[in-house]
């Protein structure tokens, strides 16, 4: 028996269990109409290197009734004119049919700075995907030059951030103090980029650091010492938006939150804050990009499916106290890491030089 689904995975039932991807169904789930802009997109087409499965199904953590979302992420190169007159398409978004194609170029740098959404298409069981031209083997097989510590703070910056937006959306269940350490954490991991986006300084220079509040509505808050001398104005005040962005965040509690809280999505929230940990934690330890999690799919999807929130809709310790552990293992694997502190940039700028050097002279057509 076969069940479609608008903009959802097929899935065939046989004798009451249910087989994804049986006979190259998602294969042919692109062949449809709603996918032809594969095809016909002047910066698509042959140009695609890469095509593979995103969200859910690329984690193991879609919905047993095949009725999650089906996201495709994807790869392809620019053009010759592109690369000569330095353009770039950056990447094609189709809402439709939740599909993203990043530009070769776009996406060697975000795989640089280790992006999370991004980085987990280098990770994919094989069979994931659905399309991999010579070139996006070769980037396949040499996805280790890209990794480095720097995913300690973008992981990290995003795991905090996945966890402010949990926590809005379980209406502030932690206390105060807590949120307010949440935020200097937020706050720290988005400093890391600063050295690389502003005037230098020392750590020193700019102290935060939480203490015991003066207001009567806080129990503590962030307090900061700065120490800059003839340091640029503008630089000073594209920092402090980012951190005040950051605290505002905080505070926020917007239509998007109000939405998933009414589709009781605060689970897969939930789900999705510990998968960053653990994609984050073999990164360090294993130096692998492990994005379907079978190990721990078990955990994952009890509890996206609301196992570890009590009758309120409200997450109980024991989630709190999973998190905990985590936590103090992404702790003890930054400590412990043997990758470099940075990308081994000279293989990737020559690794990237190559690809579009063999476009420009017509050897890849």
């Not at 479609?4 to 039932?13: G, H």
């Not at 630089?235 to 509690?253: C, F, L, Q, T």
Request: charged share 30%.
């Amino acid at each position: 028996m076969c069940v479609r689904v608008s903009r959802k995975l097929r899935v065939v039932i046989y004798g009451g269990i249910i087989s994804y991807m049986k006979n190259n169904h998602i294969k042919d789930i692109l062949k449809e109409k709603e996918y032809n802009f594969l095809k016909t997109n002047e910066h698509l087409g042959s140009n695609i290197i890469l095509i593979g499965l995103g969200g859910s199904y690329a984690y193991g953590m879609e919905k047993s009734d095949g009725t999650s979302d089906l996201d495709i992420r994807g790869i392809a190169l620019n053009k010759k004119e592109e690369i000569l007159l330095n353009k770039d398409f950056e990447q094609i978004d189709d809402n439709n049919t939740d599909t993203v194609i990043y530009s070769f170029n776009k996406i060697i740098t975000l795989l640089t700075k280790q992006n999370p959404n991004v980085i987990e298409i280098l990770g994919l069981n094989y069979e994931h995907y659905l399309y991999l031209s010579d070139i996006g083997k070769l980037l396949l097989n040499n996805n280790k030059m890209f990794l480095s510590k720097i995913c300690i703070y973008s992981f990290g910056n995003y795991a905090s951030s996945q966890l402010r937006r949990m926590e809005n959306k379980a209406a502030r269940l932690v206390g105060q103090a807590q949120n307010e350490a949440h935020i200097l954490k937020s706050i720290n991991n988005a400093r890391f980029e600063f050295k690389n986006r502003y005037y230098p300084h020392e750590d020193s220079d700019v102290k935060l650091y939480i203490d015991k509040s003066t207001q009567e509505e806080y129990d503590s808050e962030i307090f900061m010492d700065v120490n800059l001398t003839h340091y640029p104005l503008r630089d000073w005040a594209g920092m402090w938006n980012e951190m005040k962005s950051i605290v505002s965040s905080y505070n926020k509690i917007g239509m998007r939150n109000k939405k998933a809280i009414n589709h009781n999505k605060l689970g897969k929230h939930m789900a999705h804050l510990l998968r960053l940990y653990m994609m984050c934690i073999d990164i360090l330890e294993k130096e692998k990009i492990i994005t379907y999690r079978s190990d721990e799919h078990e955990l994952l999807m009890s509890i996206r499916n609301g196992e570890y929130l009590d009758d309120n809709k409200q997450p109980i310790p024991a989630f709190y106290d999973l998190l905990n552990e985590y936590e103090k293992r992404f702790e003890y694997a930054k400590a412990n890491t043997s990758l470099p502190d940075l990308p081994d940039y000279k293989r990737i700028n020559e690794f990237k030089m190559d690809v579009n050097e063999r476009i420009v002279r017509g050897e890849i057509l």
